[in-house]
């Protein structure tokens, strides 16, 4: 099982990004998937996450508003759209899939590689 994030790089603050995360080995259409991030010297945190048909999502305080987070089942493959970013969205991040279908999740069981995200001011 391999989770695949990418769609990184470098944004004026403002500007916009959109992040993918292919999953190959299994499907997860009926698992939720989510988005973490870490900045430097801070722990992982929660950004987003989506339920199995995309009839529920979550997202942390801090990017209410200004991300949105999406799937494509038949891709197998969730995305996190970024907009209005500030410095402070500068991390690595991480997507994520439960094993569980349980909404909202407890845990997550599969992790990508991470992508860097860097907002310049």
């Known amino acids: 099982v391999q989770l695949q994030a990418y769609g990184g790089g470098l944004v004026q603050a403002g500007g916009s990004l959109r992040l993918s995360c292919a999953a190959s080995?299994?499907?997860?259409?009926?698992?939720?998937m989510g988005w973490f991030r870490q900045a430097p010297g801070k722990e992982r945190e929660f950004v987003a996450a989506?339920?199995?048909?995309?009839?529920?999502?979550d997202y942390a305080d801090s990017v209410k508003g200004r991300f949105t987070i999406s799937r494509d089942n038949v891709k197998n493959t969730v995305y996190l759209q970024m907009n209005s970013l500030k410095p402070e969205d500068t991390a690595v991040y991480y997507c994520?899939?439960?094993?569980?279908?349980?909404?909202?999740?407890?845990?997550?069981?599969?992790w990508g590689q991470g992508t860097q995200v860097t907002v310049s001011s």
């Open positions: 989506i339920s199995w048909k995309s009839g529920s999502t």
């Open positions: 994520a899939a439960a094993a569980v279908r349980r909404w909202v999740p407890l845990e997550y069981d599969y």
């Open positions: 080995g299994r499907t997860f259409s009926g698992y939720p």
